[in-house]
């Protein structure tokens, strides 16, 4: 009996919660969709999340792939719960993406009312709260705009593409009738907050350096390779990841610091050939070379997640305010500006393209033209 009427009341509060939600003129006006990969919250999570990443053309084509994928995945599950375990368990992506969430519609509350109010949702692309779940919140909550914003800095097929493939399939499969209308944050790895967050980051970090090797530790910049047949056919990933580099070591000259740097890349698996010089290789040999600091600068990630808790060892208690400064402003001059769609964003790669991929392209430019608004992004 107890349960049944739990059961009832429960029922009942998501009624009134539901009705309140279409009646109150306080539902969010915008909603602002932080897409990312996500990562397992528990080790019972692990096997799903590297089954979804190794079966996704959209990040690597293996020969019979839908063997294949799952036979790779296999082999790393027990290596990866143990990366994970040393890191507390699961991974905090979907806490560090939920405050940053918190604080930039916070923000945005503010220095754009005429929006207001905003609401963050978290899309992941391989685990939960996933894009189906974020699309079905916001139908429920009412939103009348969504922007898609991705949060990988630089733009690739393999990330974002792969979300905004999922994003297109979910949305024709949940929302038939095109009620939300969509735009597309797509990259934003040389925005001008973005560049002095990270700048203000590193110069930090090389002025608690021992005086006798403050201006000669090599800084590396570390990304998230892929694999070169994806760089082969035109994604501009490693194009961008290195524009990024180039602004904020140009900021960081501005400020009078003159250390060396490299790019380099992580997180290669499986049996194609990836990126390279791997970071892992790259530490190695400058410590043979008698180098006795480093700094460690994870550029194309804006949360701590496995591959920068276990690879590179860097934790933080707290969200950097000046990224969530970025965060809100890279939104508000979305909207201010119309919601534009990038013409980046429209234009395919030059090699081979999916028809999903196409697609899903050709829906975004419909979009574009339901805003009348396309345009130019960072």
Known sequence: MQCVLRKA???????????????????PKVGVLLMNMGGPRTQDDVKQFLDGIFLDRDIMTLPA??????????RRVEKVKDQYRQIGGGSPIEK?????????VRSLDQICPKTAPHQYYVGFRYTAPDTQEALEEMIRDG???????TQYQQFSGSTTGS????LYRKQKELDPESR??????????THPKLVSAFADRVEAKVKELAEDVRDTAPILFSAHSLPL??????DPYVAEVGGTVAYVVDELRRRGIKNPYRLVWQSAVGPLRWMGPQTESVIEQYGKMG???????????????IETLFELDIEHSTTYPPFIDALATIVKEHIDAGFPTSNQLLLPDPGFESEQTKTTREWIAAQAKRLGKPGNSW
């Open 180 to 189: 939300l209308q969509w735009s597309f944050i797509d990259r934003w790895g």
């Open 65 to 74: 792939q839908n063997l294949l994928g799952p036979f790779i995945a296999k």
């Open 143 to 149: 939103v009348e705009h969504v922007i898609a914003f």
């Open 96 to 104: 560090w993406t939920r405050l940053q969430g918190e604080g930039m």
């Open 291 to 305: 180098y006795k600091s480093l700094v460690m600068v994870p550029i194309a990630f804006t949360s701590d997640h």
């Open 163 to 166: 979300n905004l493939n999922e």
């Open 9 to 27: 009341r429960d029922e009942k509060a998501r009624a009134l919660r539901l009705l309140s939600t279409s009646a109150n003129s306080k539902h």
């Open 229 to 234: 047949n994806v760089i082969d056919r035109g």
